[in-house]
């Protein structure tokens, strides 16, 4: 059974704190990796991806990826009360569905003013 | 501007009834995906679509159907022996996967929310 695993949270931090969301995956033949917003009572929304190992940054936000630790994560620095969401964790399914994507449970986001 | 629309944004379903939620797009995207998310739990996958006129199950497929005339559209019927229907259902559409390094990333649209009156 492939599996994407996330600390459901909440995650709770301060403004201007640095935010640390963490995310293992099970497949070792999975090569893309999302990271999507959702706000509560709206749909997920795409704010990174990574194919690659090492850190890929976009503003304040940094994508982390170890594939030899099956282990992805997402920084997001600055962090403002409009970032207080649900972020879900999504991971290619290797094998005959590599179009297809497994999500994680996601991980609450709580950014204290 | 591009993008998904799914309709209705609210369905409320009678016992023994089938209904069909719109997913539409025009980003020209050749996948689209439908995935159900309960409460507090992950997107989970029903169906799949890489190409026009062909379809995939996905996990959870049972009690719902599909169809894929059209590029652009991908609707979903919950049909009357899907027995827990209430959920967020999300359409989702990805541009064609090509090769085995790296997938498209899919784009959502608002979502239909359903509800067993």
């Known amino acids: 059974q492939k599996e994407v695993e996330q600390n459901s949270g909440p995650l709770s931090v301060p403004e201007g704190a640095i935010a640390s969301l963490n995310c293992t995956y099970s497949d070792r033949g999975s090569q893309s990796f999302f990271w999507y917003r959702q706000y509560s009572g709206k749909s997920p929304e795409l704010i990174m991806f990574?194919?690659?190992?090492g850190d890929k940054e976009d503003g304040r936000f940094t994508a982390q990826l170890n594939k030899a630790s099956q282990y992805v994560s997402l920084l997001i620095r600055d962090s403002q009360p409009s970032d207080s969401a649900t972020y879900l964790c999504a991971v290619n399914a290797a094998g005959g569905s590599q179009g297809n994507l497994i999500f994680g449970k996601g991980t609450k986001l709580s950014v204290k003013p | 501007d591009g993008g998904i629309t799914q309709s209705p944004k609210y369905l409320f379903r009678k016992e023994g009834q089938n209904v069909t939620l719109s997913c539409e797009q025009n980003l020209n995207h050749d996948a689209m995906y439908w995935y159900r998310q309960d409460p507090g739990q992950g997107l989970r996958l029903i169906y799949y679509?890489?190409?026009?006129?062909?379809?995939q199950k996905g996990d959870i497929a049972e009690g719902y159907s599909v169809s894929r005339e059209k590029k652009e559209s991908f609707p979903l019927t919950v049909t009357s022996a899907q027995k827990n229907p209430t959920a967020f259902y999300l359409c989702?559409?990805?541009?064609?996967?090509?090769?085995?390094?790296?997938?498209?990333?899919?784009?959502f649209g608002d979502g239909t929310r359903l509800s067993i009156l």
């Open positions: 679509s890489q190409i026009v006129n062909d379809f």
């Open positions: 989702a559409s990805s541009a064609e996967f090509w090769g085995a390094v790296s997938n498209q990333p899919q784009h």
């Open positions: 990574i194919y690659s190992n």
